[in-house]
């Protein structure tokens, strides 16, 4: 399952090839109108159906351009930082999560007050939060 994906960011041939390999993507449209929690949640049954371990991809470059200038692919209309680092603890907290990494990250394009790195800290601690809540 793909969370966030960005509106014209992606080519054709990678929506059919998702769409054949049966991959559910939730665009940044729907985002505007479900809460993370609920399509967390979606994300979560899905993935974990039949008892299945979960392994949590987290592109940062989901967040707004403007939320994470070192994310080279990130695009103006991503989600906020809050929306991301709810995202994180909600996943982290689920049992049938094992891993979960953080990435799509280049710290020396970082803007002067570090704010990419800095989301990537809290993403770090919202995630061993979720995992302590278990």
């Known amino acids: 399952m793909q969370i966030g994906i960005a509106d014209f960011a992606n080519s054709a041939e990678y929506s059919a090839r998702a769409k054949e390999n049966g991959i559910i993507v939730i665009s940044r449209a729907e985002l505007r109108i479900r809460s993370i929690a609920d399509v967390v ?16 991809d987290l592109d940062v470059d989901v967040c707004d351009r403007s939320v994470v200038p070192a994310c080279p692919a990130a695009m103006p209309g ?4 809050d929306e991301l680092r709810q995202g994180a603890f909600l996943l982290a907290a689920d049992e049938r999560v094992r891993a979960l990494d953080i ?3 280049d710290a020396s394009i970082d803007s002067a007050d570090q704010r990419t790195v800095r989301l990537a800290a809290l993403l ?3 995630a061993a939060s979720g995992l302590a809540s278990r």
């Open 78 to 81: 991503g989600i906020s930082a």
């Open 124 to 126: 770090v601690l919202e």
């Open 41 to 56: 949640k979606q994300a979560l049954d899905i993935a974990g159906a039949g008892g299945r371990d979960i392994y949590v």
């Open 103 to 105: 990435t799509e990250i």
